[in-house]
Structure formats: structure tokens, C-alpha cells
């Protein structure tokens, strides 16, 4: 089994931990280890319960699933919020890493802040002979702010220059410290440097601004020099300010492969490589090859900014009816988590209840125009996206998902590189939130008006006749018409994964499926008892089969057996009261049946399997796949699927793909060949020779006959 490491973080989005992450990532993957990046999303600054909600996000890790957890400590504005969580990982005994922090019990990690500043310094003194200079640092008891101030003297005392004459200012590492010693040397209560060296970038950009906008020709009258240098190739924030700034970039990746290397065992590598970015804020002038990544970067930030605005996410996810719906919609619009390989939305199994349980998470996996069933695991075991099989290590983000202080669960972004989301993804979490209270409402109100679903007329859920005036229209009919009944059946002890009013969404659901199929001349029934009954024309001949297929694709391939049973049966008379007894009788014995299955050793993981074969027939998983999942040999699978479901393991992948191919032919205009591709045949005779076996028919003669 493959290594796992924890990382923990805040705003994984931005610059500085997107560096980070990267190098973790880098040296993680060299180890065939998988990294699960746990962070919020805005990492609030005010002191608000509703603001700060987000950060039940760290209540969710358990360090008992990993190697060893790193701690990125710099990203947290009040590192106190994950006291919880860290009390854990001591008691777990695990290998425990901070990065730029100290915390008890955690070994740290840190940059070599001092010689990169040491190296600015000297780039002032040598290159441009100044000796005149100030020096603006974080506040007097911050360590990474003494530790940057200790490099520059060590220049100074390097090149003989007395400290008694480095005027050293005090600040708090944001633009308003920049801003205030700007205003100073302005007003002449101080007298101004030939240099102002700033440990980092934000207060350089507050001196800059000030200065700039007062008239000062820097670097003419004043050179002016950063640190830090944010995401390297995702820099934020040095295009925004006027002139160009002049900075030192920190090795934040260095840091990430180190801390991975604590964990993982190595040595720290040496990092000799030069980090000086030239700007225009001292008279070296621009370095082309970084502003032209800077520029890049920003290009592909605003143009994934403009995909997430003119796309039409939101109005989509709203219009969704049910939790498949919902996740379909989130498939189609896929393209929006940029780079992304798979997502995984893991669901609280009560989440369209009043509040958040978190013993149970319905886990549905997503990627490019796909969406799977939900698999549900306990909050105990291991999250299902990190046990899903990859060929590669990958990084896991690990986001909450909520809505003021509900929580619906969380997403798992799946990048198979090195890799992270951008700004973006704030707006698409945000979407999915909102939405998904939209829905929760909507079902509130869609159960409250199941308490009266019968009107004179209609049937409230399903829009389809009533019983009564049913039989009316059938007596009407004549002898040119048949009856096609549908029952449903609900198990038992029947999954619970979408809230209360589950077996209301199969309802709606196979009520839909059968809408799109009917034509004018067919009328539709729900009777009280989930039994829809349906009058055809004689003459259509294959309405019984376009409607099994129909709702073996739309509703078997979302829900399987262990959540409803679909039984059929036909009549050529109109009896309805006959056909009502004779589909019960039908439904009873395909209960028992599964009942019976149900006491097997290893139905529900057999039931699993199946239930990936149905819905994604395109994906069939390998004989040696499945055998070695759960731990026998291939023989004893294939004896143990034939016991459960009385059919060969093959037999019924190849019956899945035909039902898909059936589906796909009279439903859709696709050609054969892509008819083929989309069921998972790469050869198309050898798809018509299939289909032919089991349907009798070709592909052609078949869509000729159905269409008929």
C-alpha cells in the first residue's frame, strides 16, 4: 500500500502555499507517496463564528490514516484553531513536522531567511556601492523578522560597515507599515537612505506605492528592495505596484522537500541556485524571464476567472432536483476545477437533514462527463478518494464544503502531478455550497408536499394520472390497447443516501425515465402502492423493451438492488386490477430472491462491483482487479458472482455494455462506431458480433426496429 502524508494549511490557494505544497508534492511523489492537503477556504482574520465556520474542516483529519502530518504554520492567521487536531496527531506518535512555526512536540523546519537577506545586502553594497541604508522588518519579537534583520548586519559587518549607522525600522510585514516610514521620509521627520531594504514584499509594495505616488523617482532618488517573492511562477501581487520591484525569492519549495524528507527519511539537499529577481526599484533593471512568467500566470489566472464568470455553474446546479442530478451537473462543468483529475464530493449521509451527524459520508466520485454512484464510509475508516486506485502518487486537497455554520461535507480534488487550484476555486466552492442548501430547501418543501399526493386528477409527485381516472381512460380505450406495469420495491434496511425521503427521489426519478419515452398516445399511472402502469398502442410493439432499458440505464445504474427493485410485467388485455396482482406477485418473488442474496458472504461487496458495472459499463474493472479487491483468487470470484447473481462475472459485463449500447442507439443519433467507443469496445465488428449474441440483431437492425 502506498505512503500517505497529511498536510496542514490554510488558503491552499494562495501563492505562498501553493509553493510550499509543490515542493512537498516534488519530493513526496520521488517516494511514491500520496499527500492529502487538509485546508480552508478564506482563512478569515475577524473573530467571527460565522466567518470562521469553515475551519471544522481540521476536526475531520485523522492521523492515524498516515506516515506522518506537516504543518504549514505561516498560513494561519491564529494557529490556536487547530489545537484540537494537534493534541491528536501527539497522541497518534506519528512523525510530526511545522514548517516556518514551532509547536510542542513538532520538529522545525525552516528557510534560510538569514542568507538570502545577507545576499540582498550584498547585492546593495558591491553592485550598486551603497552604503547608506535602512532597513524595514517585522515586528521585535517576531523570529522570522530578527532573522532576516541578523543577515543584513551580517553583510554589513562583512564589508566593514558600522551598525551605528543602519537606522532599523520596526513594522508587521503588510503594505501599512510600508506605507507609514513613506510617509515619514516625506514629511522629513526622518532623513532618507540611498536604500531601504524590506523583509518582505508587502511592505515593500506600501513603500513603493507612497513614494510613487508623491512624485519620488525611485530607484533615482531611493533604491527599494523586497523579499519573498511569493509562488515563484505564481507570483501575486509584484505586476500590480509601480515601479517593478527588486526582490529576493524565498525558497518556500526547499522548505516543503525538507519537511518530507524529515518525515520520510533524507538529508536536507542544498539549494545553491540564485533567487535574485531584478525589478526596476534599484538600476539593475527587469529580469524579461520572470516578468514574462509573472505576465503568463496572470493570463491564465484571469482567463480561468472569466470561464468560472460566463459559465452557467450556478443556474445549472440550481435547476437540480435530486443529489444525481446535482452531481451530474457538477461533471458537466468539470473543466472549471482546471487541471484537476477527479473530484470526489463526500457528503454527510443526513445532509439534507436539519445538522451536520459526520458518522457516515456518502462518497461520490467525479471527473470529466462522468459521475459515479455514492459509496458510503464511516467517518472511522479511511476517506474512499484516498483508497480509490491510482497508478501514480497524486496530491489529495481536502476542502469543507458549508453553508454559514452547516456543514455538508467536504470535496477531494485529485491532481495525478504536481499540482494545486487556483483563486478560482474559491467562487466554485462557494457555488456548490449555496446550491447544495438550495436543494436541501427544495426537498424540505418537495416532502411536505408528499404529505397530500393525491388530487382529484393527478398524481402530485409524478405529475402521472391517479388510479381512478386511470381506470376511466382505460375503459375507454378498446382492445387496440395494452397495459405495461412497473413496481418498485424497497429493500429493507435499504441504503440511506439521500436523506428521509430517499425512496421519493427513485420515485421522481423512474417517473422522469418513463416521461421521456412515452409519446402522445401513451397515458401513464401511479397508483398508491409505487406501481406505475402505462397504456401503449398494440402496434408498439417494443414499448416493454424501450422502457426496460430505458430505466435500467437512468435508474439501476444510480441505484442499485439494495436500494429499489424494478419488477415488470405486461398484459394484452386492460384488466388493471388483474395486472395490479400479477406484478405484486412478480415484485414478491424478485424480493425473495434478493433477500436470499443478501445472506451470502460478501453480497455487499459483490453488490458494489455490480453496481459498478452497471453504471459504468465503459470502465469494466478486471477479473484480476475485483478478485484481488477482495482478497481470493479469480476462480473462487468467479464462483462466488455466479452463486450471488446467477450469471458469469463476464456474462454480465457484456450484458451491461449491450444494455448501454441498446440505450445509447435509440436514444441518441451517434454513429455505430461511437456507439461502440462509448460502451468501452475498441473494435466495432467485434462490438456488432457481441451485440448480436445477446440481442439477436445487429446495431443497425436494431436502432431500425426500436425506432420503428
Not at 82 to 99: H, S
Not at 665 to 685: F, P
Request: net charge negative; aromatic share 10%; proline share 3%.
Amino acid at each position: 500500500m502506498r505512503r500517505r502524508i497529511a498536510v496542514i494549511t490554510a488558503r491552499a490557494d494562495a501563492s505562498e502555499q501553493r509553493d510550499i505544497l509543490y515542493g512537498i508534492s516534488e519530493a513526496a511523489f520521488r517516494k511514491d507517496t500520496d499527500v492529502a492537503v487538509y485546508s480552508n477556504i478564506y482563512n478569515h482574520w475577524q473573530d467571527d463564528d460565522l466567518l470562521n465556520y469553515e475551519n471544522i474542516i481540521y476536526s475531520l483529519i485523522e492521523p492515524d490514516l498516515f506516515d506522518g502530518v506537516i504543518v504549514t504554520a505561516e498560513a494561519f492567521r491564529d494557529i490556536t484553531i487547530i489545537n484540537d487536531t494537534i493534541d491528536k496527531i501527539r497522541a497518534a506518535k506519528i512523525p510530526a513536522i511545522v514548517i516556518d512555526g514551532e509547536i510542542d512536540g513538532f520538529k522545525s523546519v525552516y528557510s534560510d531567511d538569514e542568507t538570502d537577506l545577507e545576499k540582498m545586502t550584498e547585492h546593495l553594497i558591491t553592485v550598486h556601492g551603497f552604503t547608506d541604508i535602512d532597513i524595514l522588518t517585522g515586528s521585535r519579537d517576531n523570529a522570522a523578522s530578527q532573522k532576516r534583520l541578523n543577515g543584513c548586519k551580517r553583510a554589513f559587518g562583512k564589508h566593514g560597515i558600522s551598525l551605528d549607522n543602519v537606522r532599523v525600522y520596526y513594522g508587521n510585514f503588510w503594505n501599512d507599515s510600508g506605507e507609514e516610514l513613506a510617509r515619514r521620509y516625506l514629511s522629513g521627520e526622518i532623513p532618507r537612505p540611498q536604500a531601504v531594504i524590506c523583509t518582505n514584499d508587502s511592505m515593500a509594495f506600501g513603500l513603493c506605492d507612497v513614494l510613487s505616488e508623491a512624485g519620488v523617482d525611485i530607484p533615482g532618488e531611493l533604491t527599494v528592495t523586497g523579499y519573498d517573492l511569493t509562488g515563484g511562477d505564481h507570483t501575486a501581487g509584484r505586476i500590480y505596484h509601480y515601479p517593478l520591484l527588486t526582490t529576493y525569492r524565498r525558497n518556500r519549495r526547499k522548505m516543503g522537500r525538507d519537511a518530507v524528507g524529515a518525515i520520510l527519511g533524507g538529508s536536507p539537499v542544498q539549494d545553491n541556485s540564485d533567487r535574485f529577481v531584478s525589478g526596476n526599484t534599484c538600476s539593475c533593471g527587469i529580469c524579461r524571464s520572470h516578468l514574462l512568467d509573472e505576465l503568463i500566470a496572470e493570463k491564465i489566472d484571469q482567463y480561468h476567472t472569466i470561464m468560472s464568470t460566463v459559465a452557467q455553474f450556478s443556474g445549472r446546479l440550481t435547476t437540480s432536483r435530486t443529489l444525481e442530478e446535482y452531481t451530474g451537473a457538477v461533471s458537466e462543468f468539470f473543466y472549471l476545477l482546471h487541471g484537476a483529475d477527479r473530484l470526489f464530493l463526500c457528503l454527510d449521509s443526513a445532509w439534507n437533514s436539519e445538522r451536520f451527524n459526520g458518522g457516515e459520508f456518502l462518497c461520490c466520485a467525479i471527473g470529466n462527463e462522468y459521475s459515479e454512484p455514492p459509496i458510503k464510509f464511516s467517518s472511522g475508516e479511511t476517506p474512499v478518494p484516498f483508497i480509490t486506485e491510482h497508478d501514480s502518487p497524486a496530491i489529495f486537497y481536502v476542502n469543507p464544503v458549508c453553508f454559514q455554520t452547516r456543514l455538508y461535507g467536504y470535496t477531494v480534488l485529485e491532481y495525478n502531478r504536481q499540482a494545486s487550484y487556483d483563486f478560482s476555486f474559491r467562487d466554485w466552492n462557494k457555488t456548490v455550497a449555496d446550491t447544495l442548501e438550495f436543494l436541501r430547501m427544495k426537498n424540505d418543501i418537495h416532502y411536505l408536499t408528499q404529505c397530500q399526493r393525491q388530487s382529484a386528477l393527478y398524481d402530485s409527485l409524478t405529475g402521472f394520472y391517479n388510479l381512478r381516472e386511470f381506470e376511466s381512460i382505460v375503459e375507454e380505450a378498446g382492445h387496440n390497447f395494452c397495459i405495461q406495469a412497473v413496481k418498485l420495491s424497497f429493500p429493507d434496511g435499504g441504503e440511506y443516501l439521500f436523506g428521509e425521503n430517499y425512496h421519493s427521489d427513485i420515485i421522481a426519478e423512474t417517473a422522469s425515465a418513463i416521461k421521456r419515452i412515452c409519446a402522445q398516445h401513451e397515458i401513464c399511472c401511479r397508483t398508491d402502492d409505487n406501481t406505475f402502469l402505462i397504456l401503449f398502442k398494440r402496434e408498439n410493439g417494443m414499448f416493454p423493451e424501450k422502457l426496460k432499458i430505458s430505466l435500467h440505464n437512468e435508474v439501476y445504474s444510480r441505484h442499485d438492488e439494495r436500494q429499489v427493485i424494478i419488477t415488470y410485467h405486461s398484459s394484452d388485455n386492460t384488466l388493471v386490477g388483474e395486472l395490479r396482482s400479477a406484478v405484486s406477485l412478480n415484485a414478491e418473488h424478485d424480493v425473495g430472491l434478493i433477500s436470499e442474496r443478501r445472506r451470502l458472504p460478501h453480497y455487499n461487496e459483490l453488490a458494489d462491483i455490480r453496481n459498478r458495472i452497471i453504471s459504468v459499463p465503459n470502465k469494466m474493472p478486471k477479473l484480476s482487479e475485483v478478485s484481488r479487491k477482495m482478497c481470493v483468487s479469480e476462480g473462487h470470484f468467479r464462483l462466488i458472482y455466479r452463486q450471488c447473481f446467477d450469471v458469469s462475472y463476464n456474462r454480465d459485463c457484456i450484458n451491461s455494455r449491450v444494455m448501454k449500447a441498446c440505450y445509447l442507439l435509440y436514444s441518441t443519433a451517434m454513429s455505430i462506431y461511437a456507439t461502440a467507443v462509448s460502451c468501452g469496445y475498441d473494435d466495432e465488428k467485434f462490438f456488432s458480433r457481441q451485440f448480436r449474441q445477446v440481442t439477436g440483431f445487429s446495431p443497425a437492425e436494431y436502432r431500425k426496429k426500436i425506432l420503428r
